[in-house]
T-cell receptor
């Protein structure tokens, strides 16, 4: 069974600083995708960034970037220049085997607090 | 383009009752999946439908069921509600193809009393 582990239940960062959220996963697949979702107090899950495992280059989306270490099965999220609006629960997610994305396995989440 | 729409957003039911939640996917998306989110268990996959067929099912009792209509809209039903069914139910849609992103709705908050 696939597992996703987020070892940091809570993290805090000062506004404008950088924070890194950790995620490790387990899979037997060689080609797959990984996602980070953000869930603000409104509870809607919002895609932050996605990574394709066959791509060597780490994905970036504006202030958000990942450090993808395929051999270590590690997929951390770096948020640069943190803003108050970044405060949310962040979930790392991995699709089920076979490359299909219709079933995601989520980590337990990391609650990020941004201090002014 | 409209996002994933879930109705109702909030509802309160009594133990033993049943409930139906509705989800309208993003236009053009044929895959609809459902997740249950609770503080204790986190996010858990319920089931997924693609072109009116259930393709995968999570580890939930038979009281949880769903269906998808020809216009890709989906409903999930929970019968004989239990207190433990209180949760946020999230619907998500995608094209259903490998590598495509899954987009989520705002969820339906179910409270069972």
């Amino acid at each position: 069974a696939q597992t996703v582990t987020q070892s940091q239940p809570e993290m805090s960062v000062q506004e404008a600083e950088t924070v890194t959220l950790s995620c490790t996963y387990d899979t037997s697949e060689s080609d797959y995708y990984l996602f980070w979702y953000k869930q603000p107090p409104s509870r809607q899950m919002i895609l932050v960034i996605r990574q394709e495992a066959y791509k060597q280059q780490n994905a970036t989306e504006n202030r958000f970037s990942v450090n993808f270490q395929k051999a270590a099965k590690s997929f951390s999220l770096k948020i640069s220049d943190s803003q108050l609006g970044d405060a949310a629960m962040y979930f790392c997610a991995h699709p089920n085997s076979g490359g299909s994305n219709y079933k995601l396995t989520f980590g337990k989440g990391t609650l990020l607090t941004v201090n002014p | 383009k409209a996002g994933v729409t879930q109705t109702p957003r909030y509802l309160i039911k009594t133990r033993g009752q049943q409930v139906t939640l509705s989800c309208s996917p993003i236009s053009g998306h044929r895959s609809v999946s459902w997740y249950q989110q609770t503080p204790g268990q986190g996010l858990q996959f319920l089931f997924e439908y693609f072109s009116e067929t259930q393709r995968n099912k999570g580890n939930f009792p038979g009281r949880f069921s769903g269906r998808q209509f020809s216009n890709s809209r989906s409903e999930m039903n929970v019968s004989t509600l239990e207190l433990g069914d209180s949760a946020l139910y999230l619907c998500a849609s995608s094209t259903g193809s490998s590598g495509n992103t899954i987009y989520f709705g705002e969820g339906s908050w179910l409270t069972v009393v």
